[in-house]
Nanobody
Framework: QVQLVESGGGLVQAGGSLRLSCKASGMTFSTSAMGWYRQAPGKLRELVARIDSGGNTDLADSVKGRFTISRDNRKNTVYLQMSTLKPEDTAVYYC?????????????WGQGTQVTVSS
């Protein structure tokens, strides 16, 4: 079965950096679109960044110029490099995989990793 395991979250001061990793298994990683979402307390889950199988990326306006998403198909891992972090970036960050199954596109989620940015 598909498994997504995130790591790299933690507590950081405003202006600092963190790199999140998400290792995938049980799926054909190289042909799957991957993404990072986040959910802050009392708010809806929102898209932060995504990357398709060709390496094309899309980032939320709130993180453009500060965050970068990348993937390493040899390691079945997607990364989120976060720089110049702000308190409003505090949230649980979730890895997402969109895996094709015939005509269907299925969503899979990791367990989430907490990112806390102190002011």
């Amino acid at each position: 079965q598909v498994q997504l395991v995130e790591s790299g979250g933690g507590l950081v001061q405003a202006g600092g950096s963190l790199r999140l990793s998400c290792k995938a298994s049980g799926m054909t990683f190289s042909t799957s679109a991957m993404g990072w979402y986040r959910q802050a307390p009392g708010k809806l889950r929102e898209l932060v960044a995504r990357i398709d199988s060709g390496g094309n990326t899309d980032l939320a306006d709130s993180v453009k110029g500060r965050f970068t998403i990348s993937r390493d198909n040899r390691k079945n891992t997607v990364y989120l490099q976060m720089s110049t972090l702000k308190p409003e970036d505090t949230a649980v960050y979730y890895c997402n995989a969109k895996v094709s199954s015939g005509r269907w596109l299925n969503d899979y989620w990791g367990q989430g990793t907490q990112v806390t940015v102190s002011s």
